[in-house]
């Protein structure tokens, strides 16, 4: 029950997300550039929006994975162990992330950036 | 196999699923070049706007997509009495998901091909 | 059995397995001569009764209330009783028959529904009456009995069970036949442990297992809805104390006349 409440909860959340990142990120001009992803990626704002986009994609995608891996039966004695692993693999994953997302800077004034 | 509609939507909502949680696996591992420095970063950022990779992300948006859309008909499945429409449900969902790769893809593709 | 006397010539293409000498199915053709009135059941009869009597399936009543016959047939799990031959026919006049799929074959056309049973009796499709029985009947409302009568009509065929892909992939699932069955008494007013039942269907095996496959709609010869019951059960199993207060509720009342059935309003 946990489980696919979580799917639902983190799916509806992803929409929201996913449209923001889609307009934000992909809207013109198509191409991703550099200046673009440093400077909207230095406001702490964008920063609080990508670390809440990034754990609902964590829980949905381990989440979807440990689904999909247990509906085997072959697999499925296994689940303790999987939900585990399911567990540790999101919080790394949270957390190299978080530290990635906050890393962002604003580049020094005469830092070249190669294209 | 028993091969209908439902069972299509269900192997491709899971294959897409898989698809899209290794992308992000990928994707972790290109933004989190962020910690290594700004050189390494340019780097790995430049190696995935190549044409090759242009391409493939043509595939990861028809990915991202289909799974969307295919969710937003589960979630409408789970919340009304829609059964009886499952079938048309269905096209409909691809149809959109079809639609919004072609229109995400063409500027895709001709950034792809004028560099 | 009325006919304008037209016979017509069909292939039946059948799946055969026989654990003593094959080592694995293989299909075998058999030529029929039919009438618009032959149904696949009549088509296998007369294979076996004169062409090939160790040709094995299950039938009982030959008018879909047993359950017996469900078969897959041209890749669709169907009761063969009532389905029309010369509907099923492929543009060279064949049909190919099959055993229900994903379940152990024991002989030809019949497979092990061991699974299939054991989930239903782990539901407990009984009633469980409350511990005071009324004096006279139970009074139920005609919207209460409408809620049922589309489980209600289950024959237990398999063919449901049989066709879910969840169910191919592990046996452990409960399966739609036995989740039909537990809606059944869940919305029954007249049953005492609605909570018991929905922690049950609602715990690893059950109602979240579905993929919303829809396979089981498509399938159900009686054209009943397990995928709509399975997504009733999953809400109710998400407030289940609720709906057993209410059920107290409504339990208290069950002897008492019903105001809606009044004659004459």
């Given at each position: 029950?946990?489980?696919?409440?979580?799917?639902?909860?983190t799916?509806i959340a992803?929409?929201?997300?996913l449209?923001i990142?889609?307009?934000?990120?992909?809207?013109?001009?198509?191409h991703?550039?550099?200046?673009?992803?440093?400077d909207r990626?230095?406001?702490?704002?964008w920063?609080?929006?990508?670390?809440?986009?990034l754990?609902?994609?964590?829980?949905?995608?381990?989440?979807?994975a440990?689904?999909?891996l247990?509906d085997?039966q072959?697999?499925?004695?296994y689940?303790?162990?999987l939900?585990?692993?399911?567990?540790?693999?999101?919080?790394?994953?949270?957390?190299?992330?978080t530290i990635t997302?906050?890393?962002?800077?604003?580049?020094?004034?005469?830092?070249g950036m190669?294209? | 196999?028993?091969?209908?509609?439902?069972?299509?939507?269900?192997?491709?909502?899971?294959?897409?699923?898989?698809?899209?949680?290794l992308y992000?696996?990928?994707?972790?591992?290109?933004i989190?070049?962020?910690?290594?420095g700004?050189?390494?970063?340019?780097a790995?950022?430049?190696?995935?706007?190549?044409?090759i990779?242009k391409?493939?992300?043509?595939?990861?948006?028809?990915?991202?997509?289909?799974?969307?859309?295919?969710?937003?008909?589960?979630l409408i499945?789970?919340?009304?009495?829609?059964?009886?429409y499952?079938?048309s449900?269905?096209?409909?969902?691809?149809?959109?998901?079809a639609?919004?790769?072609?229109?995400?893809?063409?500027p895709?593709?001709?950034f792809?091909?004028n560099? | 059995m009325t006919?304008?006397?037209?016979?017509y010539?069909?292939?039946?293409?059948?799946?055969?397995?026989?654990p003593?000498?094959?080592?694995?199915?293989?299909?075998?053709?058999?030529?029929?001569e039919?009438?618009?009135?032959?149904?696949?059941?009549?088509?296998?009869?007369?294979?076996?009764?004169?062409?090939?009597?160790s040709l094995?399936?299950?039938r009982?009543?030959r008018?879909?209330?047993?359950?017996?016959?469900?078969?897959?047939?041209?890749?669709?799990?169907?009761?063969v009783?009532?389905?029309?031959l010369?509907s099923?026919?492929?543009?060279?006049?064949?049909?190919?028959?099959?055993?229900l799929?994903?379940?152990?074959?024991i002989?030809?056309?019949?497979?092990?529904r061991?699974?299939?049973?054991?989930?239903?009796?782990?539901?407990?499709?009984?009633?469980?009456?409350?511990?005071?029985?009324?004096?006279?009947?139970f009074?139920m409302?005609?919207?209460?009995?409408?809620?049922?009568q589309?489980a209600?009509?289950?024959?237990m065929?398999?063919?449901?069970?049989?066709?879910?892909q969840v169910?191919a992939?592990?046996?452990?699932?409960?399966?739609?036949?036995?989740?039909?069955?537990a809606f059944?008494?869940?919305?029954?007013?007249?049953?005492?442990?609605?909570?018991?039942r929905?922690?049950?269907?609602?715990?690893?095996?059950?109602?979240?297992?579905?993929?919303?496959?829809?396979?089981?709609i498509?399938?159900?010869?009686?054209?009943?809805n397990?995928?709509?019951?399975?997504?009733t059960?999953?809400k109710?199993?998400?407030k289940?104390?609720a709906f057993?207060?209410?059920?107290?509720?409504?339990q208290?009342?069950?002897?008492?006349p019903?105001?809606?059935?009044?004659?004459?309003?």
């Amino acid at each position: 029950m946990r489980i696919f409440q979580m799917q639902r909860y983190t799916a509806i959340a992803l929409l929201v997300f996913l449209t923001i990142h889609m307009i934000v990120v992909h809207y013109p001009p198509f191409h991703i550039d550099f200046s673009r992803i440093i400077d909207r990626m230095s406001q702490p704002l964008w920063k609080a929006i990508d670390i809440a986009f990034l754990f609902a994609v964590v829980m949905h995608g381990l989440t979807g994975a440990y689904m999909v891996l247990t509906d085997l039966q072959g697999v499925y004695r296994y689940r303790k162990a999987l939900a585990w692993a399911a567990v540790v693999i999101g919080l790394f994953a949270f957390y190299y992330g978080t530290i990635t997302i906050l890393a962002f800077q604003p580049p020094a004034p005469v830092t070249g950036m190669i294209p | 196999m028993y091969t209908s509609t439902g069972f299509i939507s269900f192997f491709l909502r899971r294959f897409t699923g898989v698809a899209l949680v290794l992308y992000l696996g990928l994707h972790m591992w290109v933004i989190g070049s962020v910690n290594a420095g700004p050189e390494v970063f340019d780097a790995r950022l430049a190696a995935v706007q190549t044409p090759i990779f242009k391409f493939l992300e043509i595939l990861l948006l028809a990915a991202v997509v289909y799974h969307a859309f295919d969710g937003i008909r589960l979630l409408i499945v789970h919340y009304f009495k829609v059964t009886e429409y499952r079938k048309s449900l269905f096209y409909a969902a691809f149809a959109v998901a079809a639609i919004l790769t072609i229109a995400g893809g063409i500027p895709i593709l001709l950034f792809m091909l004028n560099g | 059995m009325t006919t304008n006397g037209k016979t017509y010539t069909a292939i039946i293409r059948v799946q055969r397995f026989n654990p003593e000498v094959d080592q694995k199915p293989h299909m075998q053709e058999f030529s029929v001569e039919a009438t618009a009135d032959t149904t696949i059941l009549d088509a296998l009869h007369t294979v076996k009764h004169s062409q090939d009597g160790s040709l094995t399936f299950r039938r009982s009543c030959r008018h879909a209330i047993c359950g017996s016959c469900a078969m897959n047939v041209n890749g669709k799990n169907i009761l063969v009783c009532k389905t029309p031959l010369r509907s099923s026919l492929d543009k060279r006049s064949r049909v190919t028959i099959r055993p229900l799929p994903y379940l152990p074959i024991i002989k030809d056309l019949v497979v092990d529904r061991s699974t299939f049973w054991k989930e239903y009796q782990r539901v407990r499709p009984w009633l469980i009456p409350p511990t005071e029985t009324p004096e006279k009947e139970f009074r139920m409302s005609p919207a209460e009995v409408e809620a049922l009568q589309n489980a209600e009509t289950c024959i237990m065929c398999g063919a449901c069970y049989s066709a879910c892909q969840v169910v191919a992939m592990n046996k452990t699932y409960i399966g739609p036949h036995a989740l039909l069955k537990a809606f059944l008494r869940v919305l029954d007013p007249r049953d005492a442990a609605p909570a018991e039942r929905l922690e049950d269907v609602g715990g690893e095996d059950g109602v979240f297992r579905c993929h919303t496959i829809f396979n089981c709609i498509d399938a159900c010869p009686k054209g009943l809805n397990p995928t709509q019951a399975i997504e009733t059960l999953r809400k109710l199993a998400q407030k289940r104390q609720a709906f057993e207060a209410d059920r107290l509720e409504r339990q208290k009342t069950i002897a008492a006349p019903v105001v809606e059935t009044a004659p004459g309003d």
